[in-house]
């Protein structure tokens, strides 16, 4: 995996979604086409969940979460050393939660529900 992607994932997992967003979108760059689309869901989960915790959410933290899950799908089980089985579950379970839970919890809870990214220690590309 890349230093840059990687960095960006620890970001993500400390719950710095501005922060990752960016790095998210400087991996983006570097990557190759086949690549791009990933870590674009990769960027949407972050700006998600920036929206949902800095802005209150909404429709557009929704759709981007909803989006990031059509991408998150084409590199199921697993991609780039990501257990993207894993974190397709995490943020569809956690979109149904915010869908079914009209009014927020306690935010400081709800960053430790948050989706992580976990790495494998061998993924098959």
């Known amino acids: 995996m890349r230093p840059e992607l990687r960095a960006a994932i620890e970001s993500f997992n400390r719950a710095d979604y501005f922060s990752s967003q960016e790095q998210f979108e400087r991996a983006w760059h570097e990557s190759s086409e086949e690549e791009r689309p990933f870590v674009e869901a990769l960027v949407q989960l972050s700006v998600a969940l920036y929206l949902h915790f800095h802005r209150g ?68 590309r």
């Open 57 to 124: 959410g909404g429709r557009g933290r929704n759709h981007l979460l909803q989006a990031c899950l059509l991408r998150l799908e084409d590199y199921r089980p697993s991609y780039l050393e990501i257990d993207v089985d894993a974190l397709y579950d995490d943020v569809s379970s956690y979109l149904e939660e915010l869908r079914r839970n009209k009014v927020a919890s306690r935010r400081w809870f709800e960053k430790r529900r948050a989706p992580k990214i976990r790495l494998l220690s061998k993924a098959p």
